[in-house]
């Protein structure tokens, strides 16, 4: 509550509003990068008739729901996956804002889940985890380590290193076992990122939760289909619970496994 109020109304406001014009853009990014595009150009254009989007078409969440999913020239339908990204972003950067208040945890939160919701788009639609969500999330993590209080850089640098190299072995090791490819270079790249931005523990956890929700979600669909389970959508939302809850999660466990009473 004392964060709350620090923070104001107003700066939790122009925190989620800032949002979700980040995520109009990471919509971009995450649809882009999979497919080797710039997102700087061409400006963006309607699938069905190929005419320029206006910025008064454009603006997060509003314009959709005005233009009632449409497009205001050919009709082509407006996939709900664009207010959908927005308004997680801001609601993203609105919720750093009111946990943490101006803080340097709140910019290294929003953008952590950021380029998780950015990583969890692209391989839904694609199965593909951009480099520059991985390796240049990696990068920005074990920057802001050294302005985090959450995280020292040595701690975010073992993180990285270790998440890389663990992902690389089972990925080996898979392939070598059942002879084909058993995880993407995506999913190895993404858990240095991971870990660069929760350390080892973290990242150890992450990995933990991706495993089961994946397992548990997707594996049946996978069984029946033979489709590869698109791991990074997994990863992504351990990661995010990770940072949200697992310091609570760990406390739990060894609550259960090592009762002190």
């Known amino acids: 509550m004392e964060v709350w109020l620090e923070a104001g109304w107003v700066v939790v406001l122009v925190a989620g509003l800032l949002g979700l014009a980040l995520g ?25 008739c190929g005419n320029e989007i206006a910025w008064y078409d454009n603006i997060p969440v509003l314009s959709w729901i005005l233009l009632r999913a449409r497009c205001r020239r050919c009709g082509e339908w407006i996939s709900v996956q664009y207010p959908l990204v927005e308004l997680a972003t801001g609601g993203i950067w609105a ?29 839904a639609r694609f199965y593909i985890i ?20 959450e995280i020292a850089w040595t701690e975010s640098l073992l993180g990285a290193v270790t998440g890389f190299v663990l992902l690389w072995f089972v990925a080996w090791a898979g392939e070598k076992a059942f ?19 929760l350390g080892v523990w973290g990242m150890f956890l992450t990995l933990f939760l991706g495993a089961v929700l994946g397992a548990v979600i997707f594996g049946p669909i996978s069984l029946k289909t033979g489709k590869l389970i698109p791991f990074g ?29």
Do not use: H
């Not at 109009?24 to 963006?44: H, T």
């Not at 809850?245 to 002190?260: C, K, N, Q, R, S």
């Open 233 to 261: 959508i997994f990863l992504a939302a351990g990661a995010a619970v990770t940072f949200g809850w697992g310091d609570m999660l760990v406390d739990w466990y060894m609550a259960w496994a090592f009762p002190t009473g």
């Open 24 to 48: 109009s853009f990471l919509n971009v990014c995450a649809i882009r990068w999979a497919q080797d595009e710039s997102v700087i150009s061409p400006r963006s254009a309607c699938p069905g």
């Open 179 to 197: 002879g084909k490819e058993a995880m993407g270079g995506g999913d190895i790249k993404m858990m240095a990122m991971i870990g660069a931005f």
């Open 130 to 149: 951009p480099d520059e969500f991985s390796v240049g999330g990696a990068v920005l993590g074990f920057l802001l380590a050294f302005w985090s209080p």
């Open 95 to 123: 919720g750093m804002v009111l946990l943490y208040g101006l803080e340097p945890e709140a910019l290294r939160g929003g953008l952590f889940l950021t380029l998780l919701l950015g990583i969890a788009v692209a391989d």
